[in-house]
Structure formats: structure tokens, C-alpha cells
């Protein structure tokens, strides 16, 4: 099978096509024949050595996949038979032809639901959905800011805080094109985070502080956003596009009852049942209408180290995919 491997950390250029033995399921596993899979900002860091956790080399980089079980382990559920259309969430091997995956991690795909869709919501779906619900507790009538709103995981992100109950979504972006995408997704208030004072307006627009952050970029960003939390806020840090360090005295939090949480996806894979609930939810929003999907750009495979420079050089919005098949 074709698959794209690193073997070296560095920038796009060391993302290299090669063929190699497709994978054998072991009795828990089932092989899945790729159709699609997602690009994250989490595989350039793994590409670069900056995760947050070791990436072992080489590796095949990508963490979701949609496609069609090919082999199942002898001991798997008959309910995941060959020829059933799934997604996946893996800790590696999404940018290749097939992936080897534990039963546990695989759910089946609506029968409305096309292969690219499916591929676009597991780890950026579950992550904006985790980020709010389990780790924010966004409550009805709260105020919540998104930074990199027309981003894979902020245009979700927006939309669920609206189905979680906030009362308003404030959405930051970097040009009227990215703010625009997230105001037809129902941000209410857009604010460009490259125009200097844009916290000021995050003030005016939330009264009394934002009672939920989604914050990914570090440095800077996060400690103007501090600023702007409400008595009782919550922060949840899921990334660090900037590489700038995170310096806070954590006594600040103390005068008004704030308090800043991470998040790592990997650590809700380790609960089956939460996953799999989650990620159910997930569908019927997008089933029903309330959840609407922003595929950015779709690539073939041999262009992985295209769609890394491009994601990079924020020249993306909304999810982008590698199409396998």
C-alpha cells in the first residue's frame, strides 16, 4: 500500500510517499480500506517534533480516517463485518491506504453521510464538542469566546456552542473572509485578533468577561484572553499555533474564581463509551441539520506536503481532507 511516512522532523518537505506491507488486524482489530482522511494542526506538530506528546519515527502521520473494513479479527463484533463503512480515530497511520484500528475506536457511518464528511468531524468534532461540554460545562445564556473560529475545530466549535445553549458566541478570526464564514455559522459578534486592542472589544461585546475561552494559539493570545475572563471563567487550552511559551501566576485566578484547563483528545479515546456517545451526538447534529460541515479543501495523498504548507501559511478554512480513494 502507498502511505505517507516521516522519517525525519522538519517542515512539509519530509512528509514522503512510499509503499509499504499493508497492515494484518489482530483478533481485537479491524483493517479499514481508506477513502478519506482528516489533516489536523496536531500532524504538523507531530511532523515537527512538538507534540505534546513523543512521536516516534518514522511515522505515519494522521489521526482520522473514513473508509470500509476490509479484514476483521476473529474475536471483533459482527457488526463491524468487512464491507461496513466506518470512521476512525487513530494515534497514527490516517495518511495511508489502509490502517489497522481497535474495534473499540471504529464507528459505524450514517447511511446519509459521504466518506469526506465522516473523515471531518471525529477529531475536531470531538474536540470542540469536549472542549464546551466536558471540560467548559457551557451553560444556558453563557457568553463564549473562539479564537481561530474559521478554523476545522472553531467552526464547529461556534455551532455547538449555540446547541449546548450559550446566548452568545464571540468569534475571532484574522480577515473579513474567515469572520464572515464564522458569522454564517452563527458567531455573533466577529472581531480580527490581528488588529491591535482586540481584546477591548471582546470587553464591550461580553459586559462582565466571557464566561468560556477556546484558546490554541499560546503566548500573547492567551494572556490578553485572560483578560478577558468573567468571574468564574473558564479557559480551555487545546493548543499552541504560536510556539510561544504560556507564562501565568496562577494566584490571578484566585480574585475572581477563574480557572484554566487542557484538553487532549487522546485522553477521551480512552474511554470507549464517552467516545462513542460523543461522537453519535455528533451525527444526528449533522443528520438533523443543526450541524453543518466546512470542508476547506480536499487532497489527493501524493499533496500532503502541500496541505501542510497551506494549513500553515493560514491560507485554509474549515476542515481540509486527504481523498484516498
Known amino acids: 500500500m502507498k502511505a505517507i511516512q516521516i522519517s525525519k522532523y522538519g517542515g512539509p518537505d519530509v512528509l514522503e510517499l512510499i509503499d509499504m506491507e499493508k497492515p494484518v488486524p489482530a483478533p481485537d482489530e479491524v483493517l479499514i480500506e481508506i477513502h478519506a482522511s482528516g489533516v489536523n494542526y496536531a500532524d ?10 513523543p512521536t516516534p519515527l518514522p511515522f505515519i502521520p494522521g489521526a482520522e480516517a473514513a473508509g470500509i473494513i476490509s479484514e476483521s479479527g476473529a474475536s471483533v463484533s459482527r457488526d463491524l463485518k468487512p464491507g461496513t463503512r466506518v470512521v476512525c480515530l487513530v494515534d497514527s497511520g490516517g495518511y495511508s491506504e489502509y490502517v489497522r484500528v481497535h474495534a473499540a475506536s471504529v464507528i459505524p457511518i450514517p447511511d446519509d453521510m459521504d466518506y469526506q ?3 471531518s468531524i471525529p477529531l ?3 474536540s470542540a464538542y469536549h472542549i464546551l461540554k466536558t471540560m467548559g460545562r457551557v451553560q444556558k445564556g453563557e457568553t463564549v469566546l473562539i479564537h481561530a473560529a474559521a478554523g476545522g475545530v472553531g467552526l464547529l466549535a461556534v455551532q455547538l456552542a ?3 445553549g450559550a446566548g452568545k458566541v464571540i468569534a475571532t478570526a484574522s480577515s473579513p473572509e474567515k469572520l464572515k464564514l464564522a458569522e454564517d455559522m452563527g458567531a455573533d459578534v466577529l472581531i480580527d485578533y490581528t488588529e491591535e486592542g482586540w481584546e477591548e472589544r471582546v470587553l464591550e461585546a461580553a459586559e462582565k468577561g466571557v464566561d468560556v475561552a477556546l484558546e490554541m ?24 499555533a504560536s510556539g510561544e511559551p504560556y507564562r501565568m501566576n496562577p494566584q490571578i485566578l484566585m480574585r475572581r474564581n477563574q480557572s484554566v484547563m487542557g484538553f487532549f483528545l487522546p485522553q477521551i479515546m480512552k474511554k470507549p463509551e464517552l467516545l462513542q456517545s460523543s461522537i453519535k451526538d455528533l451525527f444526528t447534529y449533522v443528520s438533523d441539520g443543526r450541524l453543518k460541515l466546512s470542508i476547506g479543501g480536499v487532497y489527493p495523498l501524493d499533496q500532503a506536503a502541500k496541505v501542510h504548507k497551506d494549513l500553515q501559511s493560514r491560507l485554509t478554512k474549515g476542515k481540509l481532507i486527504l481523498s484516498i480513494k
Do not use: D
Open 44 to 53: 504538523t506538530a507531530r511532523r515537527e517534533g512538538q507534540y505534546v506528546v
Open 117 to 119: 464528511a465522516a473523515a
Open 124 to 126: 475536531q468534532g470531538l
Open 162 to 164: 449555540k446547541i449546548f
Open 217 to 240: 494559539a499560546g503566548g500573547s493570545v492567551f494572556k490578553k484572553t485572560l483578560r478577558c475572563l468573567a468571574p468564574f471563567g473558564r479557559i480551555i487550552v487545546y493548543g499552541n
